[in-house]
């Protein structure tokens, strides 16, 4: 079965840094969502990826898919604590039913 | 539109009391599907529908059961509490067709004694 390593599992950054979290897929990606999750609460959408090579951004974030290396990276440029929170990758796991699956999360601390 | 809902938002059960969450969405998707979320986990699928009528089992299915009589609701039922579902339950929801957004609930908080 697929499955996906994020790193790092958690990350406190000071306000006004850069940062970035990776997720890697141990199958090939042929879809992955990007969603964070404030403490407590549900999951918000961010964005996703559907081809090799594809960037998208919004505000401040930045998320790029690497086909080849079956993998996700999400940046975060001038962080902010409107940031903070657990931020999921999930992709779409193989067959035809088009079921989600999800990394671990990465817990982002971003210190004023 | 409210987009998924689901009650209740916190639940507490002792071992083996039997409940139902309940969710429910109005934007007309096809495909909806449970998670429950622990603490080094992620997220990991319950059960999901492709349609009305329609059900399947994700990974961990044990100790739950589900229907889809209607397109906009698709609870999940817990028939014999047991301390290790203790979890957050989502709901999501989307267009049948991959490749699309899936939108989440805000989550129902549930506690076994």
């Known amino acids: 079965s697929q499955e996906l390593e994020q790193s790092p599992q958690s990350l406190i950054v000071q306000e006004g840094k850069n940062l970035t979290i990776n997720c890697t897929s141990s199958?090939?990606?042929?879809?992955l969502y990007w969603y964070k999750q404030k403490y407590g609460e549900g999951l918000i959408f961010l964005m996703m990826?559907?081809?090799?090579?594809e960037e998208k951004s919004h505000e401040k974030i930045t998320a790029k898919l690497d086909e080849k290396k079956q993998q996700s990276s999400l940046h975060i440029t001038a962080s902010q604590p409107s940031h903070a929170g657990i931020y999921l990758c999930g992709a779409l796991a193989g067959g035809s039913q088009g079921n989600l699956i999800f990394g671990k999360g990465t817990k982002l601390s971003v210190k004023p | 539109n409210a987009g998924v809902t689901q009650t209740p938002k916190f639940q507490v059960l002792k071992t083996g009391q039997s409940m139902t969450l309940q969710c429910a969405q109005d934007m007309n998707h096809e495909y909806m599907s449970w998670y429950r979320q622990d603490p080094g986990m992620g997220l990991r699928l319950i059960h999901y529908?492709?349609?009305?009528?329609?059900?399947d089992q994700g990974e961990v299915p044990n100790g739950y059961n589900v229907s889809r009589s209607t397109t906009e609701d698709f609870p999940l039922r817990l028939l014999s509490a047991a301390p290790s579902q203790t979890s957050v339950y989502f709901c999501?929801?989307?267009?049948?067709?991959?490749?699309?957004?899936?939108?989440f609930g805000p989550g129902t908080r549930l506690t076994v004694l």
């Open positions: 990826l559907q081809k090799g090579g």
């Open positions: 529908s492709v349609g009305a009528g329609i059900t």
């Open positions: 999501a929801s989307r267009w049948r067709a991959s490749y699309n957004e899936q939108f």
């Open positions: 199958k090939t990606l042929y879809g």
